[in-house]
């Protein structure tokens, strides 16, 4: 059997090689390196997928969310909402911006931000939402997007986890992660299910107006060649990176497939079993499996994750901890209990390998040593 990784990046590699190592050396026999045709090739690319108006590719996600409130002038003080169950980024480029983050909790079956929570944590000098379509599938963008509507909030999705799902509204019409709300962020970080081989990022949205203005803000803040208008960053996505991501964007479909299917190997292996939660489809939106999260019930999580790291399958806990309880984040606004399903949930969730690569014989071994540990 082949060796098990939370993410098999060498044999997904393997499979496209020729493709790949052709877009690379393309670029470098071209030496455009920064901003060449494989990069506006990407942009044209990406927009036609999500079918939005406007790619900004960027550096990284974490940036993608740091221009996106740059360039709607949040100040100093203006609060953000978003949810106490993500990765950290969300939340950093906030604080680093000086703007306040409110915290709000999450659904326990889908583990997404909790709309009416939102509008409870909603206050004259809120600006924001910042929804996270964790582990692959989308917030309930509907509610989200009628909530800011009535009180006139931006709305920037952190799509860095559902990249190619899915949203489907209340009347039939489907739109893509990250083009439903003002603005959309995205990651291409390796282990992404768009990765590219280093970092990469993008913005979406289908505002002319706030187009031109990340555009703007990801190059130093200027607007004629050394004439700066504005403080900007520095945030490119490199030519490499772009000619990368050209060859796996055409096979982003497929991978989500791939996904879906060890995902329903997983579904069909633990359904019912009273130690585990497997987790909940949203029926709003497709799944895109960005991870296989399960939460265990009266199981002792560490005992089981050591277990199967003795059978050399890999598990990890994304995340251990909840936002408002993280160090740099300690806030006299916040206390433990504050946030009773994403505490509940750091402390019991955990993930499985999920990728594009996984076989019938891994996902056999995977699941039979999960019910060996929990039928012991
Ligand atoms: C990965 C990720 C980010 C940050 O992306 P980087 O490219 O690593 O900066 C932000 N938010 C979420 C939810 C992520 O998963």
């Not at 506006?40 to 690319?45: G, H, I, L, P």
């Not at 000086?98 to 997404?112: E, I, Q, R, S």
């Not at 030519?239 to 989500?256: E, F, G, H, M, P």
């Not at 509940?344 to 040593?369: A, G, K, R, W």
């Amino acid at each position: 059997m082949k060796k098990l990784q939370m993410v098999d990046l060498r044999s997904q590699y393997l499979d496209i090689k020729t493709e790949i190592d052709h877009g690379i050396q393309e670029v470098v026999d071209s030496c455009a390196f920064i901003n060449g045709p494989a990069v506006q090739a990407f942009q044209k690319n990406m927009e036609q997928y999500l079918g939005v108006k406007h790619v900004i590719p960027c550096a990284n996600g974490t940036d993608a969310l740091q221009v996106s409130m740059m360039a709607l002038n949040l100040l100093p003080g203006d609060e953000v909402i978003t949810t106490s169950f993500t990765f950290i980024a969300t939340a950093e480029v906030i604080a680093l911006l000086k703007l306040t983050p409110v915290l709000v909790d999450v659904d326990p079956g889908t583990f997404n931000i909790n709309p009416a929570a939102i509008e409870r944590a909603i206050t004259p000098k809120t600006k924001a939402i910042v929804p996270v379509h964790l582990f692959g599938q989308t917030a309930p963008m509907e509610e989200i997007m009628e909530i800011a509507a009535k009180y006139n909030l931006y709305v920037i999705e952190d799509n860095c986890q559902a990249i190619g799902a899915d949203y489907v509204f209340a009347d039939g019409k489907k739109k893509k992660a990250g083009t439903i709300g003002h603005i959309g962020c995205t990651s291409f970080f390796p282990s992404k299910n768009l990765g590219c081989y280093g970092d990469g990022g993008a913005i979406f949205t289908n505002d002319d107006d706030l187009a031109k203005q990340m555009r703007v803000v990801v190059n130093h803040g200027m607007t004629v060649r050394y004439y700066h208008d504005y403080v900007g960053v520095n945030s490119r996505l490199d030519s490499i990176q772009a000619a990368i991501l050209n060859v796996k964007l055409a096979r982003l479909d497929t991978y989500a497939a791939k996904r879906l299917a060890a995902a329903d190997f997983y579904d069909k292996a633990f359904a019912n079993h009273p130690g585990l939660k497997t987790p909940e489809r949203y029926t709003r939106s497709t799944h895109v499996f960005h991870q296989y999260t399960l939460v265990t019930e009266k199981v002792d999580r560490k005992e089981l994750i050591d277990y199967l790291a003795s059978k050399e399958i890999p598990a990890m806990i994304y995340y251990p901890v909840p936002l408002h309880l993280q160090k740099a984040y300690l806030d006299p606004r916040y206390k433990p209990g504050d946030f009773p399903v994403t505490e509940h949930l750091c402390n019991t969730v955990f993930s499985l390998p999920m990728h594009t690569e996984l076989d019938q014989e891994q996902l056999t071994y995977i699941t039979q040593h999960v019910l060996n540990f929990l039928n012991r």
